[in-house]
């Protein structure tokens, strides 16, 4: 389960791994609003009728870099066109 691409950057799946435990709730809340703030971000440079938000299928679609930010790789969304 190898989730780098060569970047400075993790899944958080792999952290998960790593720690062999959950994150706690402050750290919880801290990558709810990096992804929250990175889909406001991309939501903002897209122009309207472009392809529809995609979906956050799991840990493993979120990736934290060394200073904490998050960027997130989404899937399609399904049966939308």
């Known amino acids: 389960m190898d989730c780098t691409d060569g970047e400075?950057?993790?899944?958080?799946?792999?952290?998960?791994?790593?720690?062999?435990?959950?994150?706690?709730?402050?750290?919880?809340?801290?990558?709810?609003?990096?992804?929250c703030r990175w889909l406001t971000q991309k939501q903002r440079r897209k122009e309207k009728g472009v392809s529809p938000p995609g979906r956050i299928a799991g840990p493993g679609d979120v990736r934290i870099r060394k200073d904490g930010t998050v960027k997130l790789y989404q899937q399609s969304s399904p049966g939308k066109s």
Do not use: M, R
């Open 8 to 35: 400075d950057e993790l899944c958080l799946e792999e952290i998960l791994t790593l720690y062999s435990q959950p994150i706690n709730e402050e750290q919880a809340w801290a990558v709810c609003y990096q992804c």
